[in-house]
Each structure stands twice: as C-alpha cells, then as structure tokens.
C-alpha cells in the first residue's frame, strides 16, 4: 500500500453527497401529502408541527420552489397585520405570488430536523427550482459542475457551510 497517496475527506465528501442529491431528487413529489394554495390560510390545511421540505408545484407539472421548515404550517400561515399577531413577519414571502397562479400545490415531506438543510440543498441543486435561483449561491446551482476541483472549491465549501448554519438553528 502506497502511503504517500492519502485520500482527499473533501473529496470523498463531495462525491458522497453528489451520490445522495442524485438519490433525492428520484423522488416522486405526487407521492407526498399535499394541499392547494387557493387561499391565504390554506395553511391551515396542513397537520400542525410537521417538520420537513416543502415543494411547490402548478397543476402543469411545473416545479417552483423547495424550501424547509421546522413547522411547515406555521411557516406559511397568513398573519395579516393583526394586532394581536406576535410575528406578522412569519408569513412566507411567496405566498401572494403563490395564490396569485392558482393552480399550485404545496407538497410536504415530513423529515427528521436535523436532515431538512442537507435535503433542501441538495434537492435544490438537482432540481433546480425557478423561485430558488433568485439566492447569489454562485457555483452552488451551476449546472456545469464537473470536475471534482470545482465541486471541492464550490459547491462543496458552501453546502457544509449552509449545512452547519442549519444545525446549530
């Protein structure tokens, strides 16, 4: 066995985790839990303390937005700005633009808290959503990441950043 040759982590990490957002983004969204978005507390609809990724699909096929929560619900309830609401900042910043379309859906996968900022990165990343390329996430969503030294440079640098940042929250 040569020892000279050592195996680079950053490496090895970065071809893990492209295996894994492979793996993720087989899955089937139709398949999960969902309500429509025709309304402004059609958050209601959704079960209390869900934790988990969230998609937004039109009724076309479409898929706009993934996002995480640690309570789904709550993330998209319309507050109004009702003085006796204690967050009237809580409300999802897509919401207006969602029931405007009126054919979208929110899909919900319920999740472990300590997977839905490792899963949203890399569902993103593989999937692409239009509402999520808006963020300056740079190499990140670049679709022409090929070689490994730029996936170790980029992508990789700023998923375990953002992924850390989602754990220690």
């Known amino acids: 066995m040569d020892l000279s ?8 990490l970065a071809r893990a985790l492209f295996r894994a957002a492979d793996e993720l983004s087989r899955i089937d969204v139709l398949t999960l839990p969902s309500v429509a978005i025709n309304r402004e507390d059609f958050a209601r609809d959704i079960p209390t303390q ?5 998609f937004i699909r039109r009724d076309a096929g479409d898929l706009i937005y993934i996002g995480k929560a ?8 319309y507050t109004g700005n009702s003085f006796f609401v204690r967050e009237p900042s809580a409300q999802h910043h897509m919401l207006p633009e969602a029931i405007a379309m009126a054919d979208a859906r929110l899909y919900y996968w319920e999740m472990d808290r300590g997977f839905i900022s490792i899963a949203e990165i890399l569902l993103i990343r593989q999937l692409g959503p239009a509402w ?10 670049d679709p ?3 070689t490994e030294s730029k996936a170790r440079k980029g992508w990789l640098q700023m998923l375990c950043a953002r992924w850390t940042k989602g754990r220690s929250g």
């Open 70 to 77: 640690a309570d789904i619900r709550r993330r998209w309830l």
């Open 144 to 146: 022409d990441i090929t």
């Open 50 to 54: 869900i934790c988990g990724v969230y």
């Open 5 to 12: 040759v050592r195996p680079d982590p950053d490496l090895i």
């Open 132 to 141: 999520n390329m808006h963020d300056n996430l740079g190499p990140f969503l």
